[in-house]
């Protein structure tokens, strides 16, 4: 069995990961090699469960030199697969050398890939998640970029050249932008392309909605073992009400990113109708848990990853703000110890 989790970051899908790992290793017993995002995640130090994922991610050996080479230098979208079928790195994710044939992946960075992905490996069986933009931005502020600018040249730049020449859109990089407002362009044509891409696909993913997940989690989870082929157990069920994840805590936004969020979510439920995903929470449910506040929120704060050049630059600038403390002090005293000279009270002692 080959099972692959996609969706954005910040979507459910460490919840759909590791609700199929549980399945899986239930189903077929232990010996499930995982992958926990490829393109980024070095899948041999990740493989096993969340838990295990979450503690080694903090550790350099968790990130993929090769996984982030071939994302870098591969598109973003993807609409014709064959120049990139030959990829062996790829190819090795479905197909461990070790030849098991038991394969859980999980992708954040491939919306824009799922025919490749499908080409690559025609029996893999596809869960695809799908979350309002408002939940999905307001935690990716907080954590991580969908650019992937903490760990390696920014992918912004030709995320904007791709979907200028996939939709005619005219974006211009030098155009200056919120943080806030380049997270939710992803968050749209990624989802939009990924969507786009089941359609012309050989087998369409099994596609969830990270709302109608949340409100009804034991059909889902039936849902989900009738698509694998498992028999249901009431067991199964239970591996859904466990909380896997950080989970945000701090729901406050602005009045402009209101806005901003509540335009995006007008064009979610349109994209959901449009691509017939059932969907039974109304606009106004999502802002619940928000509180909206008149004045502005300072978002675009970089979100350094754990790898050496980032700590190297967290302890230069540390090294220089101690500097900076330093030279500030001695500008003090050398003022203070002007002032008694002048007035006759230095005695000459430190």
């Not at 080959?2 to 232990?30: D, F, N, Q, W």
């Not at 896997?244 to 990113?257: H, K, L």
């Not at 090294?319 to 002048?342: P, T």
């Amino acid at each position: 069995m080959k099972v692959c989790v996609l969706g954005l970051g910040r979507s459910g899908t460490t919840a759909i990961y590791e609700l199929c790992r549980k399945i899986m290793g239930a189903y077929l017993g232990p010996g499930i090699v995982c992958g926990y995002e490829p393109f980024l995640r070095d899948s041999r130090f990740l493989d096993g469960p969340y838990e295990q994922v979450a503690e080694k991610s903090r550790y350099i050996d968790s990130l993929s030199i090769e996984g982030m080479y071939h994302h870098l230098t591969m598109p973003l979208l993807i609409p014709d697969p064959a120049p990139f079928t030959a990829n062996p790195y790829l190819k090795s994710l479905f197909y461990p050398a070790d030849g098991n044939p038991h394969v859980l992946l999980k992708f954040i960075r491939a919306n824009g890939r799922y025919l490749l992905l499908e080409s690559l490996c025609p029996e893999c069986q596809t869960v695809f998640i799908i979350r309002n933009p408002v939940d999905t931005v307001h935690s990716v502020l907080r954590r991580f970029s969908f650019f992937g600018g903490e760990f390696h040249r920014d992918d912004f730049p030709r995320f904007l050249a791709e979907i200028n020449g996939r939709y005619g859109t005219d974006f211009s990089v030098a155009e200056p932008r919120k943080r806030i407002e380049k997270e939710l362009l992803f968050w749209y044509y990624m989802n939009r392309f990924a969507l786009e891409s089941f359609d012309g696909a050989e087998t369409r993913p099994l596609i969830i909605s990270h709302e109608e997940y949340s409100r009804d989690r034991p059909a889902w989870v039936k849902a989900i073992c009738g698509f694998l082929g498992v028999d249901f157990r009431n067991e199964f069920a239970l591996f859904a009400a466990d909380k896997v994840g950080p989970v945000t805590g701090d729901f406050t936004i602005s009045a402009e990113e209101y806005d901003l969020y509540r335009h995006y979510l007008d064009i979610y439920t349109d994209m959901l109708r449009a691509n017939r995903i059932d969907f039974s929470f109304k606009p106004g449910d999502i802002f619940k848990k928000y509180r909206v506040i008149d004045g502005p929120i300072v978002r675009d704060i970089p979100f350094y990853g754990l790898h050496t050049r980032a700590l190297e630059r967290e302890y230069r600038l540390l090294l220089e703000k101690k500097e900076a403390e330093l030279v500030e002090k001695g500008r003090v005293i050398a003022v203070l110890r002007e002032k008694l000279v002048e007035s006759g009270l230095d005695t000459g002692d430190e």
